[in-house]
């Protein structure tokens, strides 16, 4: 007993005692932390909103001064009237900015107007820091050229403003502005009570307050003009979170410490018990991590293991082939029959491989949907992409399930190499590389792995981060090419097509990024990006058609009815204005999913189109199968169409389907007058393409609209 107590029961009480004083240092330390986190996260928000509304004041601002007819307006004919309809009235109803001055270099207001109404004098008597963004505004002109823009706070009579400033001037390459000549665009917009109200709002904070000096006790952040005075603060109070998170732990801790102590006791009394208990634990671990419990097969881990230790140790290297072989479709399975379903259908591939194999190599499962085969030895590689080539040859046999047939597609991918037993796993992430291209490349074959299968993977991860961060950094926008009506020439509607200039890199083609986007995932944000910009862009264009592209991997998601829906309502655009436009690959993999879909967005007045008729798998039998409203013709379907029989006949045979079933035609990629002739007298009537206009910015198209416009009123 004396053993016990002094070599066991009191240095278990000393740690215990320890452990205790510890957790009660930790909760406050944790307390302060919290408190500190609490007022970072507090600063860092207000910070950022105070950013974005500088920065965006700015942008806002370079477009407002990069404007051929405000160059016209402001140095060939100056015109005061058009400023204030084009910048004044703006400031006096926007929320985008509440001041719009127009100034030479020096200062001196030529024109000036505020939500309270018209200002004169010099723009230092109105707003702190005018003559250091003058400078600055200099000396980004001396560097970047008329393009550069300024912005920073500023103090006013109101209190705390966004100022912004850029040289007026043309975006269709007129000469750079003489210094004495040039005019500067200022607009501003006040920072109030309502902006740090959202703040407060959207980061649950407490209220701050724009102050002269913050109080003691509460959180600030200074606020500094161009020429680096402070000229306001922000406060507000700190709520400390860590206090009552200790008040409310401590209540919790006292207790469970003294019951962790009883517990000390009885952990004592069991300990001899435990240990029996671990050792059974520690073998069922063993076996867990080297066998695969659903189907008895080796792991990763047991495999990699087993290979390792087949290699005699006096031996450097020897031949190792991997095959491995991903079962498609698997998780699809699993939604329509359930998981045991497929566990089942697991037994029966790996019951049915190793009737193949017949101990020619291991079988092993090493992923959720993967089997895999290895050999060692001289002839490793030939014996295992004999076995894969049969194993692909019989997969088109259903496999018994229950009272199920089911049929899954196979992608084999297979790699060898000379190993050492520390580097056996560097040939199945071979394999695991040549599997992945397998099934990037439409599934049902094999591929042997290549390096440069690694590079290009490589590359295309690295292309995924930078749309991730495209994205986020606001790089993509929308064109749209006009729909025209061949008949009456005018504009019935646009399609939206995704543009990304890259800042670091340039401009990317859609061609390159969607394939790479649909890989990772990320099509569904692109998606759901150009969809809410088209209506929100061309919703307020009158009665204009809005044809968006919707990708396969979106039609998948069972939420893209209720997105556009909402998306619609949002922007107050009708149904009927709205096109989306389909590919044959999503009808091809899932038919019946495709059916219900289009019944249900048709069913709310959008129009569905079937894109690209004439490339891949399209066939006019989708036209009966699936209830389109309207085909567009591919350009590769009627280019040259009036110098091809075969294709004309083609194109008209299609088009007198279409028009029986009620449905429309469009043709897209029409560049030659030839071609739209025939297409016209074939019964086409609404054409897209280069001979009728490419694809335009907002404000071409709207510009384009507002010249068809006064046609159709002059006329």
């Not at 249900?600 to 959008?606: D, E, K, T, V």
């Amino acid at each position: 007993m004396l053993n016990f107590t002094l070599w066991i029961a009191l240095p278990a009480v000393a740690v215990y005692l320890g452990v205790c004083a510890l957790v009660f240092v930790a909760m406050h330390l944790m307390s302060a932390e919290m408190n500190a986190i609490d007022s970072d996260r507090g600063r860092s928000a207000i910070a950022a909103a105070v950013e974005s509304l500088v920065v965006g004041l700015g942008e806002t601002t370079a477009d407002q001064a990069t404007w051929t007819e405000a160059y016209i307006n402001t140095y060939i004919e100056p015109n005061p009237a058009w400023f204030d309809s084009a910048w004044g009235a703006t400031a006096r109803i926007s929320d985008a900015y509440d001041t719009a001055i127009l100034t030479d270099m020096s200062g001196d207001i030529l024109f000036g107007e505020t939500s309270r109404g018209p200002v004169t004098g010099g723009l230092g008597d109105l707003f702190s820091g005018v003559p250091q963004l003058l400078a600055r505004l200099e000396s980004s002109v001396a560097r970047l050229g008329d393009d550069a823009t300024v912005s920073q706070l500023s103090r006013n009579a109101r209190g705390v403003a966004a100022l912004a400033a850029a040289v007026v001037h043309g975006n269709t390459g007129q000469a750079s502005i003489p210094r004495d000549q040039r005019r500067v665009l200022w607009l501003a917009r006040q920072l109030d009570d309502t902006m740090l109200r959202n703040v407060a709002a959207r980061f649950q904070l407490p209220l701050p307050r724009l102050v002269e000096m913050p109080k003691p006790d509460h959180d600030s952040m200074a606020l500094t003009d161009a020429a680096g005075a402070a000229i306001a603060t922000i406060d507000w109070p700190p709520r400390r979170p860590g206090d009552p998170a200790f008040a409310h732990t401590a209540i919790v801790a006292v207790p469970v410490m003294l019951i962790i102590g009883v517990l000390v006791f009885v952990v004592l009394a069991a300990f001899r018990h435990s240990i029996k208990l671990r050792t059974v634990s520690e073998e069922r671990d063993w076996y867990n991590a080297r066998y695969d419990g659903t189907t008895g097969l080796l792991s990763r881990f047991g495999l990699e293991e087993h290979l390792a230790q087949s290699i005699p140790r006096k031996r450097t290297e020897l031949p190792l082939a991997i095959s491995q072989i991903n079962v498609d479709g698997l998780q699809d399975i699993v939604g329509l029959y359930g998981r045991e379903a497929a566990n089942e259908l697991l037994i029966a591939l790996a019951q049915r491989f190793e009737a193949i194999i017949d101990g020619g190599a291991v079988l092993a499962r090493t992923g959720p949907t993967e089997l895999s085969l290895a050999c060692l030895g001289e002839d490793a590689g030939d014996k295992v992409r004999g076995l894969a080539n049969r194993i692909l040859a019989g997969a088109s046999d259903p496999l018994p399930v229950g009272n199920l047939k089911l049929k899954v597609g196979l992608s084999i991918g297979v790699a060898d190499a000379p190993v050492r037993r520390d580097n056996v796993g560097n040939v199945i992430r071979m394999a695991e590389t040549a599997v992945a291209r397998a099934r990037e490349t439409g599934g049902n074959h094999t591929v042997a792995y290549d390096p440069a299968i690694e590079d290009e993977r490589r590359r295309r991860i690295e292309l995924q981060a930078d749309i991730r961060r495209g994205l986020e950094a606001g790089e993509f926008d929308l064109e749209y090419q006009p729909i025209i009506d061949f008949r009456t020439q005018a504009i019935l509607g646009v399609e939206a097509l995704m543009r990304w200039n890259r800042r670091a890199a340039g401009p990317m083609g859609p061609g390159e990024f969607i394939p790479a986007a649909e890989a990772s995932g990320l099509i569904d944000d692109l998606g759901m990006f150009a969809l809410r910009r088209a209506i929100e862009e061309i919703g307020p264009l009158g009665a204009l058609k809005i044809s968006v592209n919707v990708s396969p991997a979106q039609l998948r998601n069972p939420t893209l009815p209720q997105t556009v829906f909402s998306t619609l309502e949002e922007w107050g655009v009708e149904a009927s204005r709205l096109q989306l436009e389909v590919t044959e690959s999503f009808l091809v993999s899932h038919p019946d999913r495709a059916i219900r879909l289009i019944e249900q967005l048709r069913q709310s007045g959008i129009i569905i189109a079937l894109d690209d008729f004439g490339t891949g798998y399209s066939s006019i039998g989708y036209l009966k199968q699936f209830q389109f409203d309207r085909v567009k013709l591919d350009r590769s379907l009627v280019a040259e169409i009036d110098s091809d029989p075969v294709q004309a006949a083609l194109v008209e045979s299609t088009m007198i389907y279409a028009f029986a079933m009620g449905l429309a035609v469009t043709a897209e990629g029409v560049e030659r007058r030839e071609e739209a002739a025939l297409l016209s007298r074939l019964g086409c009537r609404e054409f897209q393409g280069y001979l009728f206009a490419r694809p335009l910015r907002l404000a071409q198209l709207q510009r384009l609209l507002q010249g068809e416009q006064a046609l159709r009123e002059a006329s």
